[in-house]
């Protein structure tokens, strides 16, 4: 009936070392991604993972992904279309390239999508200057001079953040008054090095064949800024599960229970997507929620087999 015990969907910071953790406890199991590596595979430099003072997300993903498949899981680059519960129990999992996987359980480790500015420059410059994590890049703009874009709580503690580290911080506003809490307004207002506009909106991002060098805004001037940080939301990439009708919070994340389990029978989730990281997405949680999921559906799977 099942040709796998677990269906991984998602190469990247949780579903690999679940993964990893899933084939140390001899549970069969396939982990499915078209992007191997996930978002943290694209990033220019991480040092803020344990035991990785520099290092290039590609390079730390490439160890994951190796340790996965050295204990024994099976790594396929392909896209899944559908994930749907089969009637007698257990998920049908089928692929782009034509794959189909039957499995007693499924984990979503699909992650989060950035929301995008959408403006000329900001693909280019992506790790050459853009970037969507102060607590991941903040350092590389040390004595320097950065525009966060975004008038939330998120927004405006990123930018304290950013302005223990560089030499001026510039928070565009596309409003006259920032959303985030006060206290967090204040703070910010405090610091002689955190500057707000307010109705400023990006129009392109500008550089040259060193990186970033400024912001050309909607009002015709241009911002001089080495950094631009966009904290203007996230969007949890659940459209596969959607239809199932799994439990979530306001912000669309899955809201999992203190072993991963979703509401959704057999279901798992781990990572950006779920309740228990979205106060902190990191690389070390994802990491541990992938791993609890599979010590989660071992246990499942011990209660399974003794009746």
Not at 5 to 33: C, E, F, Q, T
Not at 50 to 76: N, Q, V, W, Y
Not at 80 to 104: C, H, M, N, Y
Not at 171 to 187: F, N, Q, S, T, Y
């Amino acid at each position: 009936m099942y040709d796998h015990d677990l269906v991984i969907i998602g190469m990247g910071s949780a579903g690999l070392p679940a993964g990893m953790y899933a084939s140390r406890y001899k549970i069969s199991n396939v982990v499915i991604g078209a992007l191997p590596g996930g978002a943290l595979g694209t990033s220019h430099c991480v040092e803020n993972y344990p035991g990785t003072t520099s290092e290039s997300g590609h390079s730390i993903m490439a160890r994951f992904a190796e340790h996965a498949k050295a204990s024994g899981s099976e790594l396929l680059t392909d896209e899944v279309i559908s994930l749907d519960q089969l009637p007698e129990g257990g998920f049908e999992t089928k692929t782009a390239g034509g794959k189909t996987f039957r499995s007693r359980f499924a984990l979503l480790a699909t992650g989060n999508a950035y929301k995008k500015l959408g403006v000329p420059g900001e693909a280019e410059y992506l790790g050459r200057g853009v970037s969507y994590c102060a607590t991941c890049d903040g350092m590389f703009f040390k004595g320097k001079t950065v525009a966060m874009v975004g008038g939330g709580d998120a927004a405006v503690t990123e930018a304290l953040y950013l302005a223990e580290i560089a030499a001026k911080v510039f928070i565009l506003i596309r409003g006259d008054m920032p959303r985030a809490e006060k206290i967090w307004v204040d703070k910010a207002l405090a610091r002689d090095n955190i500057e707000f506009l307010p109705n400023t909106e990006v129009a392109e991002v500008r550089g040259d064949v060193m990186g970033m060098t400024g912001l050309l805004l909607k009002s015709g001037e241009t911002l001089a800024a080495n950094g631009v940080f966009v904290a203007i939301g996230s969007l949890p990439n659940t459209k596969l599960v959607d239809h199932m009708g799994p439990a979530k919070d306001a912000t669309g994340c899955i809201v999992v229970d203190a072993r991963q389990a979703t509401s959704i029978p057999g279901l798992y989730a781990a990572g950006d997507i779920t309740t228990n990281s979205n106060k902190f997405k990191q690389t070390i949680m994802s990491a541990a929620e992938g791993c609890l999921s599979a010590n989660s559906i071992h246990e499942d799977l011990l209660r399974s087999d003794a009746h």
